[in-house]
């Protein structure tokens, strides 16, 4: 029901009423040519003054977020719901029924009825109400632009609708001038695009959907009739949030408007009537918690895009200008999430730890030479529903487990940091044959008053005398996971150089104890090559994935290509990656890390391996490294072929001191290989390519050393058992390594 209106109100309308007809009476008057003559030189006038949102509009529509196959739709963004689409995608009886409902001289006028609009005045009026529009389409379009320009002011956007003489002789004004510029079918496309049809939704694109679940191409009659006649007044009319009964009466006007216009029959009409409306309302996802039904896993890599996307000066000089572009621009951005590798990775994540698991098995698959993130899970949902009490994290949050950032530093990866030391030292010319006597116990440079010190020197110990210790080269070095061996290499080569290779493939150090040690005392750094620094595991598959790519580095990217709302490409997507190693010498540190995997490195040199099941699941070239912290609080595994590098950390997220134990690394090697496995599936099997002889060295050995019996892949069952310390264990911490690091830290 129209709302009572005041004396004053009635008052100024009569008077406004009188204004425009006679206005309208006296143009009539006129000879017919002089009027024309009057009208056209008025509208180019106008014409040139028309802002630039009629001459060039630019409406807020909702951005659309895909899978790397620009098909499977993540989640859309948005603060106003609404697409733009070209008329050819439009049903033509929706178009009929718009024309009908609105403006039946549409095809003849030229941009404003003026005995209309009198008409349209007297009658409300006399009726004390809002009977009659008068309003031609062209004017309705110039006026719902103006009021949502996001470049005009507030003021400016309000005073679009007032009721003054004014404002409507600007209106007709604006409105000719467009007429004379573009064609009528232009003026009704863009109306449908920006017309809002109630319960949220702006343009037709967006009303089909949310009222039928439809694209506007397949509208039928009775859905065109009932969507058209919401225009007049969209919240009254609206049968989800309005009056279901209105509608339909709305709907029946519309259709007899489309009868007497000729565009349907008299009996389309009444059949349309009889019709039963069938509701199939569809609210559209807005951000990254309402991510597709079944999939809140994909709001981590959801959130890592949104967080790039505010870094890019593409979308805005500032934060909130880009903000604004993603939830305003109809950007359709295509990611590199690939959702088969994305749901093998949550399943693997899950299989490992169950949701409400206070421990977690956050994994992260990158694509080398590139830098494209391919999947981003871990055992949470993506949501910012309640948790039980004491539960910071689980089973929903919306922190970066992943990717760190805002509170989350990482986690402790262990020996993968190994591989930051290998590296350093063939590019200080050290070759993979570098040999070393490895003792159980190595007494180093580093002081130390902790408990267990040699001499007061720290002196790290290997988990395993009996496999680790004796002389070692880089290959069994890296595959057996030989402590002291690499703890030396790091003392030959220098700390700080080990910790600056690790940034230089984009370990980022968030946790400022990290972060202070790197920047002051990097050179005393002792512990470093075991991996106590905390990582996320997507930087860590992307150094890995570094070295996968022949030393060629590359920022994690998680767009393939973005498609501005006009239809332009975006210079953005494209992989950002420089030369930041030797080739020969990545291609010595792959050949190395063959050993862990259970695979043969070109050489023959690998004799045991820490996650030798590796090479039965990929079944294909692939390398990598195990990873434990000090008392098994974390277990890491780090996997890569040419094609995809693939990281998993268990840790508990809440509580650093919670050991995750030693019996999980297994399971955590068999899900970070399951994940690669998935992802190479259908890729050529490529092979790594074997280092030159000078990087090799003269692999000759003192004496040789005992080939272990390969441990079978553990059932189920044994999985829940403590693994052997020879194959499976990768632990190889002191004792007193906590109390050391606190003491150098403190």
Wanted: with cysteine.
């Amino acid at each position: 029901m129209p709302s009572p209106r005041s004396p004053l109100s009635r008052l100024f309308t009569v008077l406004l009423a009188g204004v425009l007809a006679g206005l309208v009476v006296a143009l009539a008057a006129l000879p017919g040519n002089l009027v024309g003559g009057l009208v056209t030189k008025s509208a180019l006038r106008a014409y040139v003054d028309l802002p630039d949102a009629l001459r060039t509009p630019a409406q807020p529509q909702r951005s659309y977020l895909y899978a790397n196959d620009g098909k499977t739709l993540i989640t859309t963004f948005y603060d106003v719901n609404r697409t733009d689409v070209p008329l050819a995608e439009i049903a033509p009886v929706m178009r009929q029924a718009v024309v009908a409902a609105e403006d039946r001289r549409f095809y003849s006028h030229s941009g404003a009825d003026l005995r209309g609009i009198a008409r349209a005045l007297v009658a409300n009026v006399t009726g004390g109400g809002t009977e009659q529009g008068g309003s031609t389409l062209t004017m309705q379009y110039v006026r719902n632009v103006l009021k949502t320009d996001p470049t005009r002011t507030a003021e400016e956007r309000q005073a679009a609708t007032e009721q003054t003489v004014g404002r409507k002789l600007q209106e007709i004004r604006y409105a000719t001038a467009l007429e004379k510029t573009l064609s009528k079918d232009e003026i009704l496309n863009r109306y449908l695009n920006i017309a809002y049809f109630g319960s949220g939704a702006y343009g037709v694109a967006a009303a089909a959907q949310r009222y039928f679940g439809k694209a506007p191409a397949d509208l039928t009659l009775g859905e065109a009739a009932l969507l058209a006649g919401l225009v007049q007044s969209p919240d009254e009319y609206s049968p989800i949030d309005g009056d279901k009964e209105k509608a339909l009466a709305r709907r029946a006007y519309v259709l007899d408007s489309m009868a007497d216009t000729g565009a349907i029959t008299a009996q389309q009409a009444a059949a349309a009537k009889a019709e039963k409306v069938t509701l199939h309302p569809t609210a559209q996802p807005n951000g990254c918690t309402a991510v597709a039904q079944g999939h809140d896993d994909w709001g981590f890599f959801c959130d890592y895009l949104r967080q790039w996307w505010l870094t890019q000066p593409a979308f805005g000089n500032t934060v909130k200008e880009r903000e604004q572009a993603l939830r305003r621009g109809g950007y359709r951005v295509v990611t590199t999430l690939d959702p088969q590798v994305q749901k093998t990775a949550q399943e693997q994540a899950t299989d490992v730890y169950g949701y409400n698991n206070k421990r977690a098995l956050p994994i992260a698959a990158v694509e080398p030479g590139t830098g494209r993130v391919l999947a981003m899970a871990v055992n949470r949902h993506y949501s910012l529903a309640d948790n039980p009490a004491g539960q910071a994290n689980r089973p929903n949050t919306v922190n970066p487990l992943i990717s760190g950032g805002t509170s989350v530093d990482g986690y402790q990866a262990g020996s993968t940091f190994k591989l930051f030391t290998m590296l350093a030292a063939l590019e200080a010319g050290k070759p993979l044959s570098t040999g070393f006597d490895a003792p159980a116990r190595l007494p180093t440079r580093y002081s130390s008053d902790a408990e267990g010190n040699c001499d007061g020197n720290w002196c790290p110990a290997n988990a395993n005398p009996e496999w680790m210790d004796g002389y070692r080269m880089m290959w069994d070095g890296f595959g057996r996971s030989v402590n002291t061996y690499f703890v030396w290499l790091a003392e030959q080569v220098g700390e700080d150089k080990v910790v600056e290779m690790a940034q230089r493939l984009g370990i980022t150090f968030r946790a400022d104890s990290d972060a202070a040690f790197a920047k002051n005392d990097a050179e005393n750094w002792g512990a470093f090559t075991l991996g106590v620094a905390a990582t996320t595991p997507l930087d860590l598959a992307n150094a890995y994935a570094t070295v996968a790519a022949e030393g060629t580095y590359c920022t994690p990217l998680p767009v393939v290509s973005v498609t501005a709302g006009n239809g332009e490409k975006v210079n953005v997507g494209q992989p950002s990656c420089k030369k930041v190693l030797d080739t020969d010498v990545a291609r010595a540190a792959t050949d190395a890390a063959r050993c862990p995997v259970g695979q043969q490195s070109a050489y023959g040199q690998c004799n045991g391996g820490t996650a030798t099941a590796v090479d039965r699941i990929v079944g294909r070239p692939v390398a990598g490294k195990t990873g434990s912290s000090e008392q098994n609080a974390t277990e890491t595994f780090v996997g890569f072929t040419p094609q995809v590098a693939v990281a998993g950390i268990a840790a508990n997220p809440d509580d650093s001191t919670d050991s995750v134990g030693a019996a999980v690394q297994a399971r955590v090697i068999d899900a970070v290989a399951r994940v690669i496995k998935t992802a190479v599936k259908g890729q050529p099997v490529k092979d790594f390519t074997a280092p030159s002889g000078e990087l090799v060295g003269n692999p000759q050995r003192p004496e040789p050393t005992p080939t272990p019996t390969p441990t079978p892949t553990p059932t189920p069952e044994e999985r829940q058992q403590p693994a052997d310390p020879r194959q499976q264990s990768d632990n190889g911490f002191p004792s007193d390594l906590r109390r050391w690091l606190q003491g150098r830290r403190g």
